[in-house]
Each structure stands twice: as C-alpha cells, then as structure tokens.
C-alpha cells in the first residue's frame, strides 16, 4: 500500500508569488490534516477535513492559506501571496476513520523555502 | 492553551544503552499522549500511544504516563544507531484529532 504522497518535496517561490503544494492520502482514509513545521513552533495544524468537509480552517492562518479537498484522493494547500515567515516544511497526514484518537499517517513533508 | 515542552532538546547515547526522554503538558484534561519518530527528510512514525498513568510497551519503545505530575516519557530500550532521529511529544484532548505537539529532542546513537 502506498503511504501519504506529498509533491513537491522541495519548492523555492519569490516573496508574493502564489504556491500550490499537493498531497495524496492513504487509499481509503477518511481523514486529511495540513500541518506546518518549523524549529521553533514545532508542528502547528492548518487544516483538518473530514470525509471531504473542512473541519479545522487554522484560524491564525486563514487569511493567506487556503487548503482544499478536490476528492476524496486528493488535496492542495494554496498559500498566496507567500511572504518569508512561510518558510517551512509542509506536512500532510490522513487517518482511517473519522472521529477521535485515530492514528495519522504522515507524508514526507514539502519544504518550502520563501526569498 | 495547551503548552507541550520536551527535554532534553539533544541527547547522545551509546548503541545498547537506554535512551529516556521527557515531555510535560500543561492541561490536565489531556487524555491521549504520543510519541512519533521522524528521520531527517521524512514524515512522522507513531511509536507509541498511551491513555492511561502507567506505562505502554510497543516493541523496544515504552511510554510512562504520571498525569497527575503532567509528564510522559519515553524510553528506548537498546538503542541502534538507526534510532537517530528526532522524536516528538503530542498530546490532545477531548477531540482527539487535534494534537498539540512539543518541538522535539534530536536523539543521536552512537555505533
């Protein structure tokens, strides 16, 4: 079974330029989770979507960032404009079933770096 | 809000020696602690997950859980030089989606 597909792995952008990153889930999980990763906040949750439904919008970071679920295959995380601060890897994870304490399966992450 | 704080940030240890590492959470309502592993350029690995005081063993990895003292540790019986990665603490409460997560200790094993 092919785990939690994220591509690009690397993405440079210009300060204002407009970036869409993507992730495939797990065949069959019902969940998707947008994570961002720095050394300093450790991972912070963007986005959550349940069965196709957003749940979580990211609250902080509502206002340049913008996930979507296009189907139940697949998702894109849209950050424009991008600005410096967005420097960081991007997580993406899906879990099985919908609800509580379900484990989540990580992808290997997009770095992304903003000049 | 909940705070999740590891330590220590770095910790070297010898192949077969036993690493231990810390994490304290700062909301006692808490109900399930994880431990995730990631290797440099990849995702997160869960390890171990634990509801209950006491302890869980999955494998070389045992989790410790004292809620009342607000930590939970993670010891690493026999540790390989694969074992070299950074290792995260999350902890999440009565929705059990959301994980707060610490910022992690970078655990390097020494052949």
């Known amino acids: 079974d092919a785990g939690v597909t994220q591509t690009p792995r690397h993405e440079v952008a210009e300060k204002g330029q407009t970036i869409i990153l993507k992730c495939e889930p797990v065949?069959?999980?019902?969940?998707l989770f947008w994570y961002r990763q720095t050394k300093i906040q450790g991972l912070e949750l963007l986005s959550y979507f349940r069965s196709k439904s957003l749940m979580e919008d990211g609250g902080a970071f509502k206002d340049r960032f913008k996930a979507e679920m296009l189907n139940s295959s697949f998702s894109t995380l849209k950050i424009q404009p991008t600005e410096p601060k967005d420097s960081a890897v991007y997580l993406c994870a899906s879990s099985l079933r919908g609800g509580n304490y379900a484990e989540q399966f990580f992808g290997p992450g997009t770095r992304l770096t903003v000049l | 809000q909940q705070k999740v704080q590891q330590s220590p940030e770095s910790l070297t240890v010898s192949e077969g020696a036993m690493a231990s590492l810390n994490c304290t959470f700062s909301d006692g309502t808490s109900d399930n602690f994880r431990w995730y592993r990631q290797h440099s350029g990849k995702g997160l690995e869960m390890l171990v997950s634990i509801f209950s005081d006491g302890e869980k063993e999955e494998g070389r990895f045992t989790a410790h859980l004292n809620r009342a003292s607000l930590h939970v540790s993670l010891h690493i019986r026999e540790p390989q030089p694969s074992d070299s990665a950074v290792y995260l603490c999350?902890?999440?409460?009565?929705?059990?989606?959301?994980?707060?997560f610490g910022t992690g200790t970078s655990l390097l094993v020494d052949p």
């Open positions: 065949s069959g999980h019902n969940d």
């Open positions: 999350a902890v999440s409460m009565h929705m059990g989606y959301k994980l707060t």
